[in-house]
């Protein structure tokens, strides 16, 4: 699974980052992010 995260890499875009690897990690999934 692929999942784009689109911006600019500001503090919010980073944050949605972490967050989707956070869920990502707790399901046991992999992505590429």
């Keep these: ?3 784009e995260i689109l911006g600019t ?3 919010k875009c980073q944050a ?3 967050i989707v690897r ?3 990690a ?3 999934m992999e ?3």
């Design 1 to 3: 699974m692929r999942i």
């Design 9 to 11: 890499g500001c503090p």
């Design 16 to 18: 949605t980052e972490q």
């Design 22 to 24: 956070k869920a990502l």
């Design 26 to 28: 707790e399901l046991g």
């Design 31 to 33: 992505a590429e992010v």
